[in-house]
Structures are given as structure tokens and as C-alpha cells.
Antibody, heavy 115, light 109 residues
């Protein structure tokens, strides 16, 4: 059974960089797309971007200037960095696996507060 | 800029049928948008129900079905149950990425 687990600081100061990692167990990171989704409290889901196991990326246009994603295949994990954060970036961040347009496995989410 | 639209709220009686829709402000939704649907309970990660317009994810009951109805993608719940009360999100594949709709809060009463 594939499992995803987000990790990273729960508190980030304004103007700093938010860094999160998603660790994948029970399956390989190879040959899949991996995505990040976030959800501010009481609001809807927002797709942030995707990274392929080769390292190629696509980002949400609204975040493209601040966002980067990468893959560490030996560690079977992928990461997100969001620069110059503000309070508007406070949210629960989820990672998920993509298989043929299906987000088939999700992490439990991690709350990141910018303050 | 594309905006994905969903009804903010809907209600259905237990045992009833409800259809939630997913539209786009720039035109019709088609299978080329690979519409997908997600259920999210409070405090939980989303659960994928439907992908590729009408394919149920593993373990999803057959009362959930997806389709294209006119210019929108649709999620139909046939024989709604109490534990179907939840938030439902759709997503469309647009320009090498996905866009989520604002979500529909479904009440079963």
C-alpha cells in the first residue's frame, strides 16, 4: 500500500521560504507525477503544481514566480519550496500521487502557519 | 483566466438522487479536461471518487457516477446515504495543470 507523509516546519515567518517534503513509502517515486495541493482554513482546494520523477515541473500560474518543486529519487521523496510567504499562504498542504489523471494516493496534510 | 464553477451548496434526501455540476467560465467542459471529483470530510484529506470523467477510483461505491451533462461535468449520487454528507470538489485539467472548483457542500436530510 502506497503511503505519503508530508513533513516540514509548521510555522514560517513572513517573507521567508516555506519548505515541505513528501515521503513516499510502499512504492517507487519513479514514473509518476506528484502534486501539491493546499487548503486554507474553511476554504477550497488549490492545485499548486506537479513534478515528474524526472524532475520536470508545471506550476500554477498564480504561484509560478515563487514556487519550485523537486524530486529526490534515492530518498523516494519530493519537495516544495514557496518563497516570500505571507499570511495568505497559511494553509494545510497535501501531497498526492498522480496516475493517469487520477490522484490515487494522498498524504494526510500538514498545517503551515505564516506568522 | 479559467475559473471552475460549482454550486456552493446542495441538499438531498436520504435515498434520493443528486447531481452536482462542474463548469468553466471560458466554455464547455469536455472529456479533454479529464474531469475528476473528490469527497472531503472535515479535517480529512480529499478522497478521489471519479477521474477521467466517469472512472470510479478503487473502492468507490457504484452509487457515485460521473458524466458530461451538456456543457458541464457532473457527479451523480444515486441513493444518497447519510455519510455522503460532505464537501465535493471537481477538478479540470487545463494547460498542463489542474484547477479545482470552489466546492459544493452537500447536506443529506
Amino acid at each position: 500500500q502506497v503511503q505519503l507523509q508530508e513533513s516540514g516546519p509548521g510555522l514560517v515567518k513572513p517573507s521567508e521560504t516555506l519548505s515541505l517534503t513528501c515521503s513516499v513509502s510502499g512504492g517507487s517515486i519513479i514514473n509518476y507525477y506528484w502534486i501539491w495541493v493546499r487548503q486554507p482554513a474553511g476554504k477550497g482546494l488549490e492545485w499548486l503544481g506537479r513534478v515528474y520523477s524526472s524532475g520536470s515541473t508545471n506550476y500554477s500560474p498564480s504561484l509560478k514566480s515563487r514556487l519550485s518543486m523537486s524530486v529526490d529519487t534515492p530518498k523516494n521523496q519530493f519537495s516544495l519550496k514557496l518563497a516570500s510567504v505571507t499570511a495568505a499562504d497559511t494553509a494545510v498542504y497535501f501531497c498526492a500521487r498522480v496516475r493517469a489523471y487520477e490522484f490515487d494516493y494522498w498524504g494526510q496534510g500538514i498545517l503551515v502557519t505564516v506568522s | 483566466q479559467t475559473v471552475v464553477t460549482q454550486e456552493p451548496s446542495f441538499s438531498v434526501s436520504p435515498g434520493g438522487t443528486v447531481t452536482l455540476t462542474c463548469g468553466s467560465n471560458v466554455g464547455s467542459v469536455s472529456t479533454s479536461h479529464y474531469p475528476s471529483w473528490y469527497q472531503q470530510a472535515p479535517g480529512q484529506a480529499p478522497r478521489t471518487l471519479i477521474y477521467n470523467t466517469n472512472t470510479r477510483s478503487s473502492g468507490v461505491p457504484s452509487r457515485f457516477s460521473g458524466s458530461i451533462l451538456g456543457t458541464k461535468a457532473a457527479l451523480t449520487i444515486t441513493g444518497a446515504q447519510a455519510d455522503d454528507e460532505s464537501d465535493y470538489y471537481c477538478a479540470l485539467y487545463v494547460g498542463n495543470g489542474h484547477l479545482f472548483g470552489g466546492g459544493t457542500k452537500l447536506t443529506v436530510l
